[in-house]
Nanobody
Framework: QEQLVESGGGLAQPGGSLRLSCLAL????????MAWYRQAPGKQREFVAF???????NYADSVKGRFTISGDRAKNTVYLQMNNLKPEDTAVYYC??????????WGQGTQVTVSS
């Protein structure tokens, strides 16, 4: 059964770091490009980063140079290492397949709050 389970969010100070994890169950990981998305209060969900099956990565301009996406196929897990966090990174973070038309059912997401 397919399922996406995000974890690792929390409260961080500006300039701090967090590492998010996404457990992709049901043969999702390894068969699709995997991505992280985020949704800030009052805003639409937006793309953050993706990692291809071959390991190529791409990032939104707003996080380039600060965030790193990676994957562990043996653990069916996609990670998002977030460094130099800014208040505008505050959002609920989700993982899913990429692009949109291949989306699976969304998980519950994980809340990231950046505040001093």
């Amino acid at each position: 059964q397919e399922q996406l389970v995000e974890s690792g969010g929390g409260l961080a100070q500006p300039g701090g770091s967090l590492r998010l994890s996404c457990l992709a169950l049901g043969n999702i990981f390894g068969n699709y490009v995997m991505a992280w998305y985020r949704q800030a209060p009052g805003k639409q969900r937006e793309f953050v980063a993706f990692i291809s099956i071959g390991g190529a990565t791409n990032y939104a301009d707003s996080v380039k140079g600060r965030f790193t996406i990676s994957g562990d196929r043996a653990k069916n897990t996609v990670y998002l290492q977030m460094n130099n966090l800014k208040p505008e990174d505050t959002a609920v973070y989700y993982c899913n397949t990429f692009p949109d038309y291949l989306h699976r059912t969304w998980g519950q997401g994980t809340q990231v709050t950046v505040s001093s």
